[in-house]
């Protein structure tokens, strides 16, 4: 009941009204960014970071709560409206959402996705609630060694187990690494791979890091393969549902729901994963499997209600570890440290004003959306209609704003030109993107946490190891960056050595089996 | 799969091919090559630090960055044999995207141009007049031939960013020589 009082608290301090207008603010223009194509919910969270500067602390997140939902839900109407969706969460929205908008039913796609999405987001969010406070009872009593060894499962995890090859999940980590090594040493104050530079020995701002690899990057890489000719929008009038469409979309929302928030809320979970399997569940159980591949609504019903649960669930790591699973949330971590609050488990200790505030305007935001987006779509089907050159200016222009107005100075310019330069290369290589601000967020933590392990034990590497959590941890990693080797040496036994044709070389993960288990389906109908 | 793996020669029997008869997409070695790099001069900058180590840091400030930097070189080493291996990384598809065609090398440049402009004028000329010329050269560098529009555009966006921001919020933009005018 505490969890609830709290909450209640936390209400009480959202609704006033200039809050209110805030989080109104932030769904509004989340969502106008985040249904611009091109844009991914973890593109609008870093581009629109520049408005909270100017913000106290509490309205700044009353700001996010509602970027955060309206980013998430842009990127659903922009891959029911266009087929191309642009981030692999969406990736499934398509598949039937796409096909409804051209048989005519867009206004049925964009409805069921958005009271999907706000079902989705009010459980998952009740159940943050909920969950998140015993997170924190049990994470308060881990010690460095067990952080540490937690910390590390979430860098196995986003490097081998989310993408589609391990060793390209591993470079872009270090690279990430690599980075969060810049400056200034906390413990001896020596610097580290600074070159002499004094702009180089304040640490890079992870802020800086995020636009440049997400915006810039992302806008580097468009621009040098221009779709020549924009996909066609298909037009679109106010969202409605039959009595029969509700009746199809309740189930697949809950289902959808159930399955979204654990992933969300696991380290190395995402979206992906949910989404397709809420997908398959779908296909599964519908009483209409003739319109599957040509537009179901339970299609886009469950995946969803998925994406937005899981969404949700990844705020629990966040929250109550510290930890990001997704980039959005990976640019939350960054714009709570760059107000000075140390994300992790003492955070509901020290904050919790701030914490349940936060959660308050989660609901808030997420039901302005709903009263937002159904009369508001047709204005945003407009949006994708944007000419690309204006597009793409206008993200180099609000990139170089953001990370200017960070520190004030021209070299973090120069410094998001190469970041955006390494972004272009990750995309051109295949390389994941979200290991690299996971390791240049937790690199600097991890280092800390072990150095203090360390001291505990007198330097003796025992102090790494200590206790059950991180035993379970060490052992996890190892079982993950060991399997490939005992399924390479089995199949070597069976004499088939040869690398599955297509395949990079690795262990296609779950996802990819499931993306290209839908794709072929797609194509089958 | 992206291009370059339809479009790169199949890897062949192993005995008709030649050392590289099974990479696609080459470029990739050039990656490793970097990794391999970044990897040495993290751990050469670590070793030139001074070995400072005591009771409350028994450690010290270069065991990170020699994990860190050896496991560069490592996952390089990892990464070109997968490479060797005939593996090819799935280049990003996006909804303006499209992987069909040669990357096109002028619009990137123009665009970072545009940018290292930006960064340059920034103090000098402000944000308005620095940050509308990134917006016009870039909207120029990717296609758009309305060059008044551009620029209309480009002011409008400037002088709304500045008053919002820097007047209205506080945040750091400089006025340049606009000082006193704006």
Known sequence: ?525 | MSTEATTAPEGTTPSGAGPLGRVRDRAQLGLCAALALAGVVVVVDASRLGEVTSSNDPVGPRAMPFLVGGALVVVAVLYALDVLRGGVGEAEAGEDVELGHRADWRTVGLLGGAFALNAVLIEPLGWVISGSLLFFLSAFALGNRHHVRGLAIGIALALGTFYAFAIGLGVNLPAGILQGIL
């Open chain 1, 1 to 525: 009941m505490d969890n609830v009082n709290a909450l209640l608290g936390g209400f009480a301090d959202v609704i006033t009204p200039m809050n209110l207008l805030i989080a109104l603010l932030g769904v509004t223009v989340g969502t106008a960014v985040g249904v611009l194509p091109g844009i991914g919910p973890a593109m609008t969270v870093a581009l629109l970071l520049p408005i909270t500067y100017g913000l106290p602390v509490e309205q700044s997140l009353i700001l996010f709560g509602g970027i955060f939902y309206g980013g998430m839900y842009g990127g659903s109407t922009t891959s029911i409206l266009l087929n191309t969706p642009g981030e692999s969460a969406s990736v499934v929205t398509a598949l039937e959402g796409n096909k409804m908008a051209k048989a005519g039913r867009a206004a049925q796609a964009l409805a069921t996705s958005a009271i999907g999405s706000f079902v989705a987001g009010t459980i998952a969010t009740a159940a943050i609630v909920f969950v998140m406070p015993q997170v924190v009872d049990f994470a308060v009593t881990l010690g460095p060694p067990e952080f540490l060894a937690i910390i590390l499962v979430a860098f196995v995890g986003t490097a081998a187990i989310l993408g589609s090859s391990r060793v390209r999940g591993f470079a872009a980590l270090l690279v990430g690494l690599a980075l969060g090594l810049v400056g200034t040493d906390f413990v001896t104050g020596q610097q580290r791979l600074t070159f002499g530079s004094p702009f180089l020995a304040d640490n890079i701002d992870v802020v800086v890091v995020a636009v440049g690899i997400f915006a810039v990057g992302e806008a580097l890489w468009v621009a040098a393969h221009l779709r020549r000719k924009a996909g066609t929008v298909i037009p679109v009038g106010r969202p409605w549902m039959s009595k029969e469409d509700w009746g199809r979309s309740w189930k697949p929302w809950l289902r959808g729901t159930a399955l979204g928030f654990p992933f969300g809320a696991i380290p190395a979970g995402g979206a992906e994963i949910p989404t397709f399997l809420s997908y398959l569940t779908e296909r599964k159980l519908t009483k209409h499997p003739e319109e599957f591949g040509k537009g179901a609504i339970e299609g886009v019903a469950g995946p969803e209600a998925a994406n937005n649960a899981s969404a949700a669930g990844t705020m629990v790591p966040l929250l109550a570890l510290g930890l990001p699973t997704n980039a959005t949330a990976a640019i939350i971590i960054a714009a709570f440290m760059s107000y000075g609050i140390e994300p992790g488990p003492l955070l509901l200790t020290k904050e919790p004003d701030l914490v349940w505030m936060l959660v308050a305007s989660l609901f808030i935001g997420n039901f302005f959306l709903l009263v937002l987006n159904l009369p508001l779509a047709p204005a945003w089907a407009k949006l994708l209609r944007i000419p690309r050159p204006y597009l793409y200016a206008g993200i180099l222009f609000f990139a170089s704003m953001g990370a200017y107005a960070v520190n004030a100075q021209p070299f973090d310019l120069f410094l998001l030109l190469g970041l955006g330069a390494l972004g272009f290369a990750m995309r051109r290589f295949g390389l994941p993107v979200l290991p690299l601000i996971v390791g240049a967020i937790l690199g600097p933590l991890v280092e800390r946490k072990a150095r203090q392990a360390l001291q505990l034990t007198g330097g003796d590497a025992s102090g790494l190891v200590g206790g059950p959590v991180a035993w379970v941890c060490y052992a996890f990693i190892v079982a993950v960056l060991v399997w490939p080797l005992v399924s390479r040496l089995r199949r070597g036994r069976g004499g088939d050595d040869d690398p599955p044709a297509g395949g990079d070389g690795e262990n296609p993960s779950p996802e990819v089996e499931l993306a290209r288990a839908t794709t072929t389906e797609g194509r089958a109908s």
